[in-house]
């Protein structure tokens, strides 16, 4: 024990130090405070019904009808009990508070990468410290984009776990590359792994060409074999999550369309409008050196501060009223869109900042690392920044959105930079172990340290100095926001381009401010990196220097972002979408009581009072027609689009259900609520059917039609219906008797066979249905609903989701995962049997 304390003292003391950081930068926490994660409450909202039925069975359901009429669970909460990686998550999430869990594992993770990579564990600390800390991380916790950071976390480590692989290793590299590739897939981000696989084909790429150039193609085709098996293993692990998740994104948004008739709709996946809307601004880029350049987040934090010019020009239309002048100004950004952020982006919350000292290391890492690590970490940037563009450089973006498989599945392409947040520490610090190896003369050493520090700080200085000769702190519409302003203003064009000209000043300031204060920290860093390498300073402390000054950098930048004041009592959060007291005021809380008290258990509905296709908060109280969610079943996005958008359908709002509509008065800011008398319930039988050619035809029939005595149905669905059998009759019913989200039960009476339609929505990927017990076929009718031919008498019908991708899936995910518990006891058992020989 004694020896095993002083081979791993220094790892166990870093990774206390990353313990207490993470506590002192969240000390809410210890205060029994949460993060507000606007993200993380609109899912808890999300996952109402699936919670309650949880709590109530010990098991979640697959299927919830709690937003958008009805979806799988899959990309909400499920459970995947079978899965290992699950309770890996579980452990990372659980064992410490939120959001310490997640900045613990980037830290551990990637400091775990820079061991594998042989730096010095100080310099391997700095490097972990540089990735974790990077603004986008804490970006991502303060918005609640839990799963993304969790999947960013697994980045580093999945890396290390493919180098041990290359460097013979076999079986330990490639059973932790499964382990850490299992848990990264179970996070259950696709675009993070995508982008992480993407940057992996580029290093697998340049080691098959290494290896054919030194002629050590078997070796490398050994190791590329283990990692081929941990690829198998991972996946295998996550059977369940990728079967369902593959299946139903063919069914979404990210889907082929099912109209032709409008031009929006005729891709396979998304657009390039919707998948570029977040793409970086070119220039923007050189946030990774200077934090606000650009501004920093979309707020007016700064505007309103009395000493901002833009303040003072506002101040002398308000009088200088201490009230009236913030709430002008705030006015102006939503009104105007004059706020501090003036890039590419709708909006943001927060640049990309890699660190003023990182940058330096990186330049100086491109000047001097001779790995051909450095090749791929050069690629991968190169490459993912162009990537990163989007729309503002759709030569390279465009190729990878027409040809390159599954990239048009994903939006916000700005986001692929998370990957370059990792690249840059890595080749920052292999610089720095390549100058303590003591292999380059230190003259050049020390020239070409002085020639990154002229980079990096000389552009940082020239912005504090003459910040417009490169940028001109307006956006693209500034012309036309003067000119609004100017009439809004009762054509005072004089006042109008003051306030316009402070702002620019105030974003001027802004950026000056930030240039000098990278041009600081790069100096120190320069002084900390010459004073090691002339021998001025011994390693250690050098090392440990250096990063307390990358985390003094980082931590001051992210704290603008994720700070004390994103954390409230887990009390509040509980009960965030409960009326607040003006609410309760105007009447919502009533409403909600009112429409609590109704028992039927399956009704829905339709709040007017928020963005009914944008927003949660209905579901966090009933079955609603909308709600939030980014992965909507592509059909039920095209019903919004045509019937919704323009103008509200009330044939569709009968079909669907929506028992209760909410609105609020423009006026006085009163809810109403009014009951929909001609709401079709649960199920019905219609009188008869219109069959159409396609969904193109289908949608056209509900813009206009009686659904509770016509079913629309497509002809593809003909041959299960018998038209001949068919008869209406006054006397035949169907009703609901039991209702749990994966389990419908009805009961029927007919003298003759009868089409009903069930107001819940068609998805064929597991839901069954069954007459007395027999499995019996369905089709889909009025563009998204059941419906059956049921056979004449009183019967018995049921439905019930059983997805085989889900139930088989499990299977194989336990499988894969007691094989990847045996790979790792006989990796380590392997390991330390070497390391006993040696």
């Known amino acids: 024990m004694n020896n095993w304390f002083k081979q791993n003292g220094t790892h166990v003391a870093i990774i206390a130090i990353f313990v207490v950081l993470c506590f002192v930068y969240f000390s809410p926490v210890l205060q029994g405070k949460a993060p507000a994660q606007s993200d993380v409450l609109q899912s808890k909202a999300m996952q109402k019904e699936i919670m309650e039925y949880k709590d109530k069975d010990g098991k979640g359901p697959l299927w919830t009808n709690q937003m958008f009429g009805g979806m799988p669970a899959y990309q909400i909460w499920v459970q995947y009990a079978y899965n290992g990686a699950t309770y890996g998550i579980a452990l990372i999430t659980k064992a410490f508070p939120n959001p310490v869990g997640t900045v613990l594992l980037l830290l551990i993770g990637a400091y775990f990468l820079f061991i594998t990579l042989k730096v010095n564990p100080w310099l391997a600390a700095a490097g972990a410290i540089a990735f974790a800390f990077t603004t986008y991380n804490f970006v991502l916790l303060a918005s609640g984009h839990s ?160 000493e901002s010019h833009m303040y003072k020009a506002v101040a002398e239309i308000t009088g200088g009223d201490p009230n009236q002048t913030p709430q002008a100004i705030q006015q102006l950004a939503s009104q105007f869109n004059m706020q501090q952020y003036w890039g590419e982006k709708s909006f943001t919350q927060g640049g990309y900042y890699f660190g003023a000292i990182i940058c330096f290391l990186f ?29 503002n450089f759709p030569l390279v973006s465009d190729l990878f959105f027409d040809y390159f498989p599954l990239y048009n599945k994903f939006r916000a392409v700005e986001s692929i930079l998370a990957v370059v947040g990792l690249m840059f520490p890595i080749l920052a610090f292999l610089g720095i172990k390549e100058a303590q190896e003591g292999n380059i003369d230190q003259k ?71 240039a000098l204060r990278s041009f600081i920290f790069i100096v120190v860093g320069f002084g900390i990196v010459w004073a090691f390498i002339t021998k001025k300073m011994n390693m250690q402390l050098a090392f440990g220097l250096l990063a307390f000054a990358v985390l003094i950098d980082m931590w001051q930048v992210d704290r603008r972002y994720l700070n004390n004041k994103n954390f409230e009592e887990k009390s509040t959060l509980a009960n965030y979408f409960e009326p607040t007291e003006e609410e309760v005021r105007l009447g919502k809380a009533t409403i909600i009581n009112i429409i609590a008290a109704d028992k039927d258990p399956d009704f829905r509905v339709y709040d007017q009072s928020i963005n009914t296709f944008q927003d949660a908060k209905t579901s966090s109280f009933f079955k609603t027609i909308g709600g939030y969610h980014a992965a909507k079943l592509k059909r039920y996005d095209e019903l919004i689009q045509n019937q919704f958008s323009k103008s509200v359908n009330q044939d569709v709002l009968d079909m669907l259900n929506a028992k209760y509509f909410i609105t609020q008065d423009p006026q006085n800011g009163s809810y109403k609520m009014s009951r929909n008398a001609t709401a079709l319930g649960n199920a019905w039988i219609v009188q008869g059917v219109q069959f159409v050619k396609n969904s193109d035809e289908e949608m056209k029939a509900i813009s206009s039609f009686d659904p509770k005595n016509e079913a629309i149905v497509d002809e593809q669905y003909k041959k299960l219906l018998d038209t001949t059998r068919l008869g209406a009759d006054a006397t035949a019913f169907i009703k609901m008797e039991k209702y749990h989200p994966d ?45 059956a031919q049921l056979e004449a008498g009183n019967h018995k019908v049921e439905f019930k989701f059983e997805p085989k991708s889900y139930y088989l899936g499990e299977k194989i995910s336990l499988t894969g995962s007691i094989l990847l518990l045996g790979f790792l006891g006989f990796a380590f058992y392997s390991e330390n049997k070497k390391k006993k020989a040696a």
């Not at 290793?169 to 590739?181: I, R």
């Not at 450095?374 to 729309?391: D, P, Q």
């Not at 990096?456 to 490169?470: C, D, E, K, M, S």
């Open 147 to 306: 799963n993304k950071a969790l999947a960013i976390g697994f980045f580093a480590p999945i890396i290390a776990g493919l180098i041990l692989t290359l460097r013979g290793k076999y079986w330990l590299g490639a059973s932790l590359t499964a382990l850490f590739l299992a848990l990264e897939i179970r996070a259950n981000h696709v675009q993070m792994t995508y982008y992480l696989f993407l940057s992996i084909l580029i290093f697998v790429g340049i080691e098959i060409y290494q290896a054919y150039k030194n002629k050590t193609l078997p070796a490398l085709g050994k190791a590329l074999g283990f990692l081929g098996a941990a690829v198998i293993l991972a996946v295998m692990i996550n059977a369940s999550l990728l079967w369902t998740t593959s299946e139903y994104a063919k069914e979404t948004n990210r889907g082929k369309s099912n109209l032709t008739s409008s031009s929006a709709e005729k891709s396979e996946g998304m657009t390039k409008e919707y998948a570029y809307g977040w793409s970086q601004g070119v220039g923007e880029s050189f946030t990774f050196l200077i934090p606000n350049l650009y501004g920093g987040a979309t707020s007016v934090d700064e505007l309103v501060k009395p």
């Open 363 to 391: 330049v100086f890492g491109l000047f001097i690392v001779r790995s051909r690590l450095k090749w791929w970490i050069l690629a991968t940037t190169v490459l993912f920044i162009l990537l990163s563009f989007g729309r």
């Open 444 to 514: 050049i050493l020390i020239k070409k340290l002085t020639w990154s520090a002229g980079i990096t700080g000389g552009f940082a200085l020239i912005v504090a100095v003459i910040p417009t000769l490169f940028f001109s702190f307006k956006t693209d519409n500034h012309p036309q926001i003067v000119q609004a302003l100017t009439q809004a203003l009762q054509n005072n064009a004089g006042v109008a381009q003051k306030i316009a000209n402070a702002l620019i000043e105030d974003r001027i300031s802004i950026a000056r401010a930030d």
């Open 743 to 787: 389990h419908i039960e009805y009961s029927y009476s007919a003298p003759r066979d009868v089409i009903a339609v069930f107001s819940e929505i068609y998805y064929d990927k597991g839901w069954n249905m069954y007459v007395d017990g027999k499995e019996k076929p369905y089709f889909r009718a009025d563009y998204v609903l059941r419906a």
